[in-house]
């Protein structure tokens, strides 16, 4: 009878995944996506696979790169499929995205369920995890990827080892999943201390701790095992972008936990970009603030332990899965962010199922009526939250105007707006941006080299060049800050200087498309074509799809006056090139020139 009954819980779902977080597909590529994703050679060489899954999850080398000590060779292997199949059309990539939502919003109905709850109660879980407005970030961006893989493997894992304990052949599957869940994010590291307490809270009080040891052994040697992996791939540890003492640590933390509390059980004003900065005393009002809300959650724990004691492992899933985002500095200069919610998420909507359980064991009716009543205009509202916040994540401008309104002094949120105008040709008004980022954090080199592009871009090449060298001195290595600089010196004539500087900037990056074709396109600009016909020899067996370098190829030809072959190169160039611009008019003009010929 149950089976019967159940048939409307997955549909339901579906639907409520679908309405709630489907318009997101209808985004574009957005803030991180681009290096991620648009421009890089890795994701769209299938050969290339075997270097995605040794290396670094970022392609380039430059010292500000916040991702350098991120291992997540999954997320950039699902990148390459989703190239495969869709190319560089976001929709595919969206849909993905959706699809591991859907999985993950299945799973937490299955971890439900292997907890005894009824169908009913596994399906308010559920379904809470399905429409939760926290989890838009992860979802409707792209990048927000590495949450949803990590917490897919994760979960399969979990519920693989609570099989185990009955079929021995499950814990394989649980040890290679949570191996998966590493390899997409650092994030699920603390699976074995929540096996522990998982076998902990429902063990005999005489076996405990035994029983606890025995059965998260294999994941903490399988944790063991990925750390000497990553270590291999990254070359060993990174420098934290900053360290906090420790009393200014314990303040922070408690803020930040407190403040996540508060977003996963009403998710109210949610930000891309929180405004906050690490507190520095436990004096602070907001610690106090803090303090008294995790009392009042301690003391419901201890009610819940009077309970019922195995309901203990929901609270303390939240607690192990935010001890990662507790290592502050590691990851950037995010305090705070909505996507490192979703994985702690899934035991506040076990937790609510739980709740949704004991409405249902108390028999009353009209409570339970009322109750279901409650939870439906809930959902309505969450998933309304949801659609409204997903809209956010159209396109970068959007996104970026939407972060200015709470943080209006981030240089970070500046600089991104200024490029997301930039690309849109709004030059002017993403000057104003770029000079803001740079006035608000003088040592922040990727604005002061947005700022000369845009300076470059309007004719003002003296201040450009003053701010593509104050680039360089901030970060010698920064990719583009060389490769601009040294093509914008050859175009003002100081060859010998701007080519020195766009070799050095290509033997940093040798392999990315980008400083090459920045090295090539000066090689021609000063007569050596067939230097420049070389690099972009070297461009083609990194990137055969990248565009430009068929566009400069013809170009050469052209002049050359191979008007036959310069042809092919821009027919090829506007095969690849999806935008109508100046440079796709040129192509288009160099093969009906040769046409006439």
Known sequence: METVRSRWVVPALAGLVLVSLGVGMAGGFVWDDSPLIVESSRVKDVARLGEILTTGFWETADSHDRFRAFFRPLVSSSYALDHAIWGLS????????????????????????????DVRAAFCGAALFAVHPVHVESVAWISGRTDLLATL????????????????????????????????????????????????????????LREAISASLPFFLVLA???????????????????????????????????????MILPLGLDAHYPYQPLTTLLDARVAVAVGMLALVGFGLYRLARI??????????????????????????????????????VGLCVLAACGAQA??????????????????????????????????????????????????????????????LYERDEIVRAIEHFERAAEIAPGYS?????????????????????????????????????????????????????????RETARLHPDAPVALFAYSDALHLAGRSADALAVLDRIALIDAAFPSAYYLRGKIHSDAG???????????????????????????????????S
């Open 562 to 596: 191979r008007l036959d072959a310069a042809a092919r190169e821009m027919e090829t160039y506007l095969d690849l090139w999806d935008s109508e611009d100046r440079t796709a008019d040129r192509a288009r003009a160099v093969i009906a020139n040769a046409a006439a």
């Open 153 to 208: 493997f994760l979960l399969v894992s979990f519920a693989a080892f609570t099989r185990g304990e009955v079929h021995r052949g499950w814990r394989w599957v649980s040890w290679v999943c949570f191996l998966a869940a590493l390899f997409s994010k650092e994030a699920a590291a603390p699976l074995p201390a929540i096996v522990f307490v998982a076998v902990w809270v429902r063990a005999k009080p005489g076996t405990r």
């Open 225 to 263: 095992l990925y750390a000497i992996v990553r270590t291999q791939a990254l070359g060993g540890g990174t420098t934290p972008l900053y360290d906090l003492e420790p009393l200014a640590w314990v303040a922070t933390a408690l803020f930040v936990v407190a403040r996540y509390l508060t977003l």
């Open 308 to 345: 019922n004691r195995r309901a203990l492992l929901w609270p303390a899933w939240i607690a192990l899965a935010l001890t990662p985002v507790l290592t502050f500095g590691r990851f950037g200069d995010v305090l705070l962010a909505d996507r490192f919610v979703y994985l702690p998420s």
């Open 359 to 420: 409405v249902l064991d108390a028999g009353s009716r009209r409570w339970t009526t009322v109750a279901a009543g409650s939870f439906a205009v809930a959902l309505v509202l969450l998933s309304a939250a949801t659609f409204s916040r997903s809209l956010v994540w159209d396109s970068d401008e959007r996104l970026f105007s939407d972060m200015l309104k709470t943080s209006p002094s981030s240089a970070l949120v500046h600089n991104n707006l200024g490029r997301a």
């Open 90 to 117: 976001p929709v595919g990539f969206h849909l993905t995205n959706l699809l591991l939502h859907f999985a993950c919003t299945l799973l937490v109905l299955r971890i439900c369920r292997d907890a005894g709850l």
């Open 446 to 502: 990727q604005a002061h080299n947005n700022l000369a592009a845009g300076l470059h871009a309007t004719g003002r090449t003296d201040e450009a060049l003053l701010h593509y060298n104050e680039a360089l001195r901030l970060s010698p290595g920064l990719m583009m800050a060389g490769a601009n600089g040294g093509h914008l010196l050859v175009e003002l004539g100081h060859v010998r200087e701007g080519l020195e500087i766009l």
